[in-house]
């Protein structure tokens, strides 16, 4: 694919390729969906390495970490979880410890009234073992468990419904004994 538009450089391009193409504008929006260039980052899963520069990048300029875009008003955190369902862990983790250092509403709800943690309960496929340093990274930065979805069903409820999310109670458990 050609690269001609700062917006195709964060979804495909490299850092290089984007640092050429940037503008200085950090919160230019993408006309459809409502997308500044942090969300529009997230919304392809390859290139990982130059993703990371480039979110670094865009937070270090001062982007507005909680913009809100698509169409279910999705928040950073909620496109890296919905990016790729199967994803690399070690870039979940990378990228959710700089959202929240930058100060991501982890309890962001979208149209659905769905928190980031609740959609990782839900649409992610790796292990919840895999999952653990990112349950309890959302956890330490203030993710609430109790919230209720639009369904009226909270992060506890998704995790005793799916069988393979079971283990996350465990992690609650453990997290509620530490006093947190």
Not at 78 to 100: C, K, S
Not at 107 to 120: A, D, F, I, R, V
Not at 153 to 171: C, G, P, Q, T, V
């Amino acid at each position: 694919m050609k690269i001609t538009t700062v917006f195709d450089a964060v979804q495909y391009g490299t850092f290089e390729e984007f640092k050429e193409l940037y503008n200085g504008d950090v919160n230019q929006l993408f006309t459809y969906g409502h997308l500044n260039l942090l969300l529009f980052t997230l919304t392809d899963y390859s290139r990982l390495d130059d993703k990371v520069k480039i979110i670094k990048f865009l937070l270090e300029e001062g982007i507005d970490v909680n913009c809100i875009g698509g169409r279910f008003d999705w928040n950073a955190l909620h496109l890296l979880i919905r990016i790729n369902r199967n994803p690399d862990v070690r870039f979940l983790l990378e990228v959710a410890e700089l959202l929240i250092e930058y100060g991501i509403d982890v309890n962001q709800k979208n149209k659905k009234g769905m928190t980031p943690l609740m959609e990782s309960i839900v649409y992610l496929r790796n292990s919840t073992e895999e999952l653990i340093p990112f349950y309890i990274l959302l956890l330490n930065a203030g993710a609430n468990y109790k919230l209720k979805n639009n369904n009226g069903k909270s992060s506890l409820d998704y995790a005793k419904e799916f069988s393979w999310r079971n283990a996350f109670l465990d992690i609650v458990k453990e997290y509620e004994n530490e006093g947190r």
